[in-house]
């Protein structure tokens, strides 16, 4: 509070602390952060000053979605200047994979590529410049695989990267039997890309006894700590994260921001100097996962009225290459996919889908979202196909309270506000 404000009228005070009592609805609060932001004196990981001999890395990505790796010449990256070290997957003290929950997200490409904008190698350097040069002079021989980049078509193939799930009530094939009206149909929802205004970023600062402090730009610390150990070999209780504040995530840097923060661990040990890595926004938006785009079929039956009496619906994932947090994301689909409504007797089968794509990740909604623009899109198709009133039809459809009122996966709706 500011000691120059003028003494307020005791009245003032007491009337105002009598409302605080009441309700802080419409009260103002400030961020804690809000004056370092405007001001700019709010630091983020690329404000920090940099340590002397602080080395920059540079990815190096791949060209292909699907392909086997050939041949890996670094030597071209040690002629250009202030290029001190270049990382292959051979150069991992450790495990050679960020998986969150289970191994298939190689740090470093081994033997193949899996998807276009995999890396491959990263580059250490003086500068951010010289990183950047050194990568482009890798000479990298691929031979060039057929990818999968249709989900449809790895539906159909049966291309998974967990089994599917089902969950199920009633009798649905019955149910749509005996509906006295059907509908039908399929649709694509897009991804979308996290756009966060501070990119994938990480400094690591060499310590004793093979200690590491990590800056990262994370919305799961302790995850970073563990993958940095597990990469490097050693354990958890020898590195330590900072993370201040992060300059957006939505999502993107749940699992996502471990990759940046592992490279500059395995530099900063190798070479004894600082290590920070910051990815460029095309790297970024090549290199990471994004929302995941779906793929949604339906079946319903409806009564006269425009009561759901039976519904399939068929939720699949685009889920890139490797699981992530897909196997979550899905199922948070399938348990959104009533929304508002009662869905009669009911079978949604979630499908993880896996493409030579991005390993797509956590995005605000977690695959909710995907799951209520199925069933409110499916809400309009029965509107339209009877000629009713898009919100009669819904609101005929909510869960009850008395009856009605037992979810796909058999959970009784309780205080329920509708």
Known sequence: MS?????????????????????????????????????????????????????????????????????IDVQPCYAVPGVVSVLTWQDVPGINDVGPLEPGDPLLAHDKVEYLG?????????????????????????????????????????SFVQEPHI?????????????????????????????????????VIPGEDQQLQVFSSTQNPTEVQKLVAEVMGISLN????????????????????AGVACLCAIVARQTGRAAKMRLSRRDDMRVTGKRHPFFVRYEAGVEEDGRLCGIKIDLAGNCGYSLDLSGSIVDRAMFHADNAYYLGDALVTGYRCRTNTASNTAYRGFGGPQGMVAIEQIMDHIARHRGLDPLALRKRNYYGKQDRNITHYHQQVEDNLL
Do not use: W
């Open 167 to 203: 969950h199920q009530r009633g009798d649905v094939d019955a149910a749509l039997a005996r509906a006295p009206h059907r509908v039908s149909g399929s649709f694509h929802i897009g991804g979308q890309e996290h756009f966060y205004l501070e990119t994938q970023t990480a400094m």
């Open 3 to 71: 000691h120059n404000r003028p003494e307020l009228n005791e009245e003032v005070i007491k009337a105002q602390y009598a409302a605080d009592l009441q309700s802080g609805v419409g009260r103002s609060n400030r961020h804690e952060s809000a004056e370092k932001h405007v001001s700019g004196e709010a630091h983020f990981i690329d404000d920090k000053p940099e340590l002397p001999g602080l080395l920059h890395l540079c990815p190096r990505l791949s060209e292909h979605a699907h392909a086997r790796i050939v041949n």
């Open 118 to 158: 995999q890396i491959v190698i990263a580059v250490a350097a003086d500068s951010p410049d010289a990183a950047r040069l050194g990568a482009a002079a890798a000479v990298i021989e691929y031979e060039v695989l057929e990818p999968l980049l249709d989900v449809e078509q790895a539906l159909a193939q049966g």
């Open 238 to 257: 020898k590195v330590t994260i900072d993370m201040r504040r992060m300059g957006g995530g939505f999502g993107g840097k749940e699992t996502q921001a």
